[in-house]
């Protein structure tokens, strides 16, 4: 166990006298520390200063390793998991302009049977999807249709800060509110739908059983604009 204590506590001391060599100078013009008593030397030369961090700070900082070491670790979410969870989103860098975007986190809801066979017949009939990354009416919509199903859905983003957007489609079709729905048939609709209403306005021929649908967030009936 001591072996294992003792192999990181170098990296504190290797920093120590990086920083103690990188910035005596400047250290021993600004603060002159007090000689030894037992050496009639002048305390300001380097080799003085080196020797005062070295006995001073180096001990101090590897028993705070030490301490930190022998600590239990930190439960705590990575940063972007922690955005996902809060706000439905989290950034990222564009590959291909080198801008920072807003990714929509993934449906954590499972799907069900029924809306897998919704989404692939409103991906054949040609449905979209208009929605906003920040908007939390079209995260309640994704987990409407859940992980599965969602993969099948035509999804256009209308925020210019987001991933992959289609600010300029959006635009053309007058998109004034999110998630707003276009279907193959002709038919469209604001604001986010329970899946029975989609498939009844997109023209789903199968039966579709709004009671299946189970362990959604209670938000509903709305949109942003």
Not at 13 to 36: E, G, H, N, Q, Y
Not at 129 to 138: D, E, L, S, T, V
Not at 180 to 195: I, R, T, V
Request: hydrophobic share 40%; net charge positive.
């Amino acid at each position: 166990m001591a072996a294992k204590i003792l192999v990181p506590s170098i990296l504190p001391m290797v920093l120590a006298l990086i920083l103690c060599v990188s910035f005596a100078p400047l250290r021993a013009a600004a603060w002159t520390p007090p000689p030894p008593l037992s050496s009639p030397e002048v305390s300001t030369s380097r080799n003085y200063f080196l020797r005062r961090m070295l006995t001073d700070v180096v001990p101090s900082s590897a028993a705070l390793l030490l301490v930190t070491s022998s600590s239990r670790p930190a439960l705590a979410a990575p940063p972007f998991a922690i955005m996902a969870e809060e706000m439905g989103y989290f950034p990222v860098n564009d590959e291909r302009t080198g801008e920072t975007v807003m990714v929509p986190a993934r449906a954590k809801r499972e799907s069900t049977s029924q809306a897998v066979s919704l989404a692939k017949h409103l991906r054949d009939t040609g449905a979209v999807m208009y929605g906003a990354y920040w908007c939390p009416h079209c995260s309640r919509q994704k987990e409407l249709f859940g992980r599965e199903a969602w993969k099948y859905v035509r999804y256009v983003e209308c925020s210019p800060k987001g991933y992959q957007s289609g600010y300029a489609t959006c635009l053309e079709r007058g998109v004034d509110g999110y998630p707003s729905w276009e279907f193959g048939n002709g038919k469209s609709q604001g604001g986010e739908m329970e899946l029975v209403d989609i498939a009844k306005l997109s023209g789903y021929s199968r039966t579709f059983k709004a009671s299946l649908e189970t362990g959604v967030p209670p938000l509903g009936g709305g949109s942003c604009q």
